[in-house]
C-alpha cells in the first residue's frame, strides 16, 4: 500500500471494490464445483477434469482442496 501511494497510485488502489474478485459463493461457482465433485467422486484422472470442464491446474486443485476438506471430514 505504502508504494502505491508514493507512486501516486493511491487514487487507483482507493477504487478498489471491496469483495470485487473471485465469487466463491455464487452461483456459477457453485454449479462448476458440484461438477467438479462428481467427476472426482466418478474417479475421472485430474487431465479428463481439467480437459471436460476447462480450468487451469490450479483451479482444479483449489476444488480438490475444498473437496477434501468437505467429503473427507464426515
Known amino acids: 500500500r505504502d508504494f502505491c501511494l508514493s507512486r501516486g497510485?493511491?487514487?487507483v488502489y482507493k477504487r478498489q471494490a471491496r469483495n470485487a474478485g473471485r465469487r466463491k459463493n455464487d452461483n456459477a461457482w457453485k454449479k462448476r464445483y458440484l461438477a467438479f465433485?462428481?467427476?472426482v467422486r466418478s474417479g475421472a484422472s485430474m487431465e479428463?477434469?481439467?480437459e471436460e470442464m476447462e480450468?487451469?491446474?490450479s483451479t482444479y486443485f483449489r476444488f480438490l482442496r475444498l473437496y477434501?476438506?468437505?467429503?473427507t471430514a464426515e
Open 9 to 11: 497510485l493511491g487514487d
Open 37 to 39: 465433485c462428481d467427476l
Open 48 to 50: 479428463d477434469v481439467m
Open 55 to 57: 480450468i487451469s491446474r
Open 68 to 71: 477434501r476438506e468437505n467429503y
